[in-house]
């Protein structure tokens, strides 16, 4: 079973920062979009931010302008620095990649929690 390798987040005070990093194995990447969804508790898995392999990155509204996805295709790799976090933002975040091309797949990562929190 395919694994994506999530690490980073954890609990930081309202204003603060905090990084997160998935990486995806094989060629997962290529052709593909890698990027992060988020749910908070009794709500829906909402986007956070995604990243095409050529480099085209999309934001939910709620983000944009405070988080920032990057990718680094020879590491097979995302990253999203997220930045002046908000209370709101407290979440389990998961990693996904996609890919709607033959080969079609859609996967996900365990998540990992971020805590916004004084």
């Known amino acids: 079973q395919v694994q994506l390798m999530e690490s980073g987040g954890g609990l930081v005070q309202p204003g603060g920062s905090l990084s997160l990093t998935c990486t995806a194995p094989?060629?997962?990447?290529?052709?593909?979009?890698m990027g992060w969804y988020r749910q908070a508790p009794g709500g829906q898995r909402e986007l956070v931010a995604t990243i095409t392999s050529g480099g085209t990155s999309d934001y939910g509204r709620s983000v944009e302008g405070r988080f920032t996805i990057s990718a680094n295709n020879a590491k097979k790799t995302a990253y999203l620095e997220m930045n002046d976090l908000k209370p709101e933002d407290t979440a389990v975040y998961y990693c996904?990649?996609?890919?709607?091309?033959?080969?079609?797949?859609?996967?996900w990562g365990q998540g990992t929690q971020v805590t916004v929190s004084s």
């Open positions: 996904n990649v996609r890919r709607r091309m033959t080969p079609v797949y859609n996967i």
């Open positions: 094989g060629n997962l990447f290529s052709g593909a979009v």
